[in-house]
T-cell receptor, first 108, second 113 residues
Framework: GIQVEQSPPDLILQEGANSTLRCNFSDSVNNLQWFHQNPWGQLINLFYIPSGTKQNGRLSATTVATERYSLLYISSSQTTDSGVYFCAVDTSGSRLTFGEGTQLTVNP | NAGVTQTPKFRILKIGQSMTLQCTQDMNHNYMYWYRQDPGMGLKLIYYSVGAGITDKGEVPNGYNVSRSTTEDFPLRLELAAPSQTSVYFC????????????FGPGTRLTVT
């Protein structure tokens, strides 16, 4: 099956810093999503982005499908950005495969 | 729109007991999914369904059963609970087709002791 690798596994920032999270995948994908799991365990949809670039406030994402990677940018980080960021991909049109996530801690 | 709802939120089971985790969605989504998340790990697919009456195994189906009699509901049954099934269980759904995102419920935290 498809392999999904996220880096870095852990990231600690001071409030106001910028960061880039990476997701590499081993096969062509129909779908790629980024999720934020907050400290209460809730999974929040950030982006649906099988290719191209999208922006939503301080967050943006870029997927280069031909090179099999996606990047999530967080600018001017806030303590509420803390949590785990997951990348998930779909090759079959029916099911997502998740990476192991990046644990982000933003300190005040 | 309540989205994807799950009950219960928390449950403690003794080894060997059985239970059903409930999942309902009100978005008329065709596809529904059950995942488990162990501490510090990503989500792993247990079972999924592409429509009423159709179910299929994911990566980690052993020890679980599902059924899909309606579009809205997708219950997950645990038979003979084991400590290895201690986890957080998430239900998700999406529309049929290639270009639709998946939405998750709030999760059920299950402990088997």
């Amino acid at each position: 099956g498809i392999q999904v690798e996220q880096s870095p596994p852990d990231l600690i920032l001071q409030e106001g810093a910028n960061s880039t999270l990476r997701c590499n995948f081993s096969d062509s994908v129909n779908n790629l999503q980024w999720f934020h799991q907050n400290p209460w365990g809730q999974l929040i949809n950030l982006f649906y982005i099988p290719s191209g670039t999208k922006q939503n406030g301080r967050l943006s994402a870029t997927t280069v499908a031909t090179e099999r990677y996606s990047l999530l940018y967080i600018s001017s980080s806030q303590t509420t950005d803390s949590g785990v960021y997951f990348c998930a991909v779909d090759t079959s049109g029916s099911r997502l495969t998740f990476g192991e996530g990046t644990q982000l801690t933003v300190n005040p | 729109n309540a989205g994807v709802t799950q009950t219960p939120k928390f449950r403690i089971l003794k080894i060997g007991q059985s239970m059903t985790l409930q999942c309902t969605q009100d978005m008329n989504h065709n596809y529904m999914y059950w995942y488990r998340q162990d501490p510090g790990m990503g989500l792993k697919l247990i079972y999924y369904s592409v429509g009423a009456g159709i179910t299929d195994k994911g990566e980690v189906p052993n020890g679980y059963n599902v059924s899909r009699s309606t579009t809205e509901d997708f219950p997950l049954r645990l038979e003979l609970a084991a400590p290895s099934q201690t986890s957080v269980y998430f239900c998700a759904s999406r529309l049929r087709g290639l270009a639709y995102e998946q939405y998750f419920g709030p999760g059920t935290r299950l402990t088997v002791t």
